[in-house]
């Protein structure tokens, strides 16, 4: 690997310098600073016709004092349309994950209950679009690591009872942040996550122990017939994670190739070639 890539090293892909350390590759993005700021005061609109910054004292030009305007309380129950409260959202959550599925069901990491993905605001019933005083409700889905399976609760707010449920199985959504820092667990203690402590260790000099270093993106991986290693071929039914972790302050670390089986708890690597 390292012979392979030492050719390309300084090399300049698209405005983005390409640096490899290790058995997987870093690459070191440049983010936008005050892209679009006039920190002069004197373009985008920021100036005034005078040339005078506003803030500042007219006589003596020193700057007045800033005033922050504090922001209204969050009252327990939104209205209409208005985005879920935090109360709203972990009521809906208690509602929804209470009884047989509390009990049943399986998170990521293998405790009781399943795993929460997303509450939202639920859609009006058809008849209730012109109506101000219509019930709110919240959708709240969960992935269910014990039967690997996805299930949708609708929860009235107002009556504190959930309206409708359903499961599905092979279906994918996007991944919570608990799921992709448990991939990361699962990844720096197996063996194959060897390169990425390499490369975290060639990048800040220290040793990756824990997920809590890194930034983590994630994507559900899907098997494709003949593309991967056996121990992958129920990725889709199972939950599978490709990780993009980023050293904090620092590069990204490429483990495209390394596939981490949530369901399964297993990482395997997928066939380079």
Same mark, same amino acid.
């Given at each position: 690997?390292?012979?392979?890539?030492?050719?390309?090293? =300084?090399?300049?892909? %698209? &405005?983005? *310098?390409?640096?490899?350390?290790?058995?997987?590759?870093?690459?070191?993005?440049?983010?936008?600073? $005050?892209?679009?700021?006039?920190?002069?005061?004197?373009?985008?609109? #920021? =100036?005034?016709?005078? =040339?005078?910054?506003?803030?500042? !004292?007219?006589?003596?030009?020193?700057?007045?004092?800033?005033?922050?305007?504090?922001?209204? *309380?969050?009252?327990?129950?939104?209205?209409? =349309?208005?985005?879920?409260?935090? !109360?709203?959202?972990?009521?809906?959550?208690?509602?929804?994950?209470? &009884?047989?599925?509390?009990?049943?069901?399986?998170?990521?990491?293998?405790?009781?209950?399943?795993?929460?993905?997303?509450?939202?605001?639920?859609?009006?019933?058809?008849?209730?679009?012109?109506?101000?005083?219509?019930?709110?409700? *919240?959708?709240?889905?969960?992935?269910?690591?014990?039967?690997?399976?996805?299930?949708?609760? @609708?929860?009235?707010?107002? @009556?504190?009872?959930?309206?409708? /449920?359903? $499961?599905?199985?092979?279906?994918?959504?996007?991944? /919570?942040?608990?799921?992709?820092?448990?991939?990361?667990?699962?990844?720096?203690?197996?063996?194959?996550?060897?390169?990425?402590?390499?490369?975290?260790?060639?990048?800040?000099?220290?040793?990756?122990?824990?997920?809590?270093?890194?930034?983590?993106?994630?994507?559900?991986?899907?098997?494709?017939?003949? %593309?991967?290693?056996?121990?992958?071929?129920?990725?889709?039914?199972?939950?599978?994670?490709?990780?993009?972790?980023?050293?904090?302050?620092?590069?990204?670390?490429?483990?495209? #190739?390394?596939?981490?089986?949530? /369901?399964?708890?297993?990482?395997?690597?997928?066939?380079? &070639?």
């Amino acid at each position: 690997m390292r012979e392979t890539v030492r050719r390309h090293l =300084g090399k300049v892909v %698209a &405005g983005t *310098a390409i640096a490899v350390a290790g058995t997987a590759v870093m690459i070191a993005i440049t983010l936008p600073g $005050t892209a679009g700021a006039d920190e002069s005061g004197g373009a985008n609109g #920021s =100036g005034t016709q005078s =040339g005078r910054q506003p803030g500042r !004292d007219q006589a003596n030009g020193a700057a007045r004092p800033g005033v922050v305007q504090q922001a209204p *309380a969050e009252g327990e129950k939104g209205t209409g =349309g208005d985005p879920l409260t935090d !109360d709203e959202l972990r009521r809906a959550e208690r509602i929804a994950a209470s &009884g047989q599925l509390l009990a049943a069901g399986e998170n990521v990491g293998g405790g009781r209950g399943p795993q929460r993905l997303t509450v939202d605001l639920a859609d009006p019933e058809n008849d209730e679009l012109d109506d101000p005083d219509a019930p709110r409700r *919240a959708d709240v889905t969960f992935y269910d690591y014990k039967s690997d399976a996805l299930i949708t609760k @609708t929860v009235n707010l107002d @009556t504190g009872k959930v309206e409708r /449920s359903g $499961t599905q199985h092979g279906v994918q959504p996007p991944l /919570s942040r608990a799921e992709n820092v448990q991939a990361a667990e699962l990844l720096i203690a197996d063996p194959l996550g060897a390169g990425l402590r390499a490369d975290y260790k060639d990048a800040t000099g220290k040793e990756l122990t824990s997920p809590d270093q890194m930034l983590y993106n994630g994507a559900v991986y899907r098997a494709t017939a003949g %593309a991967q290693p056996a121990v992958l071929d129920k990725c889709g039914e199972h939950r599978c994670v490709r990780l993009f972790p980023k050293v904090k302050n620092g590069p990204w670390i490429d483990a495209r #190739s390394l596939i981490i089986d949530l /369901s399964a708890r297993k990482v395997a690597e997928l066939d380079r &070639g």
